[in-house]
């Protein structure tokens, strides 16, 4: 999977997530309304100003994970 940066929109993201591994960080910082029009379009830096979640941090995680799973 690519590089997950914090400019990338959710809905791009969610388009490269063939394997849904990604949905639950999102879900854990509270974006629940995943498929909402307005999420989206957001960026994750947007989505975590938005929800009080560093997105940095959120990122490194989403990232980490990844790289484990394809390891």
Avoid at 40 to 68: F, P, R, Y
């Amino acid at each position: 999977m690519t590089q997950i940066t914090k400019d990338l929109r959710i809905g791009d993201i969610l388009s490269l997530d063939c394997s849904n591994e990604i949905i639950p960080f999102l879900m854990q910082m509270g974006m629940h309304c995943i498929g909402c029009p307005a999420s989206i379009m957001e960026t994750i830096e947007e989505a975590c100003m938005v929800h009080g979640v560093d997105a940095d941090d959120l990122v490194e995680s989403i990232n980490a994970h990844l790289k484990e799973i394809d390891a």
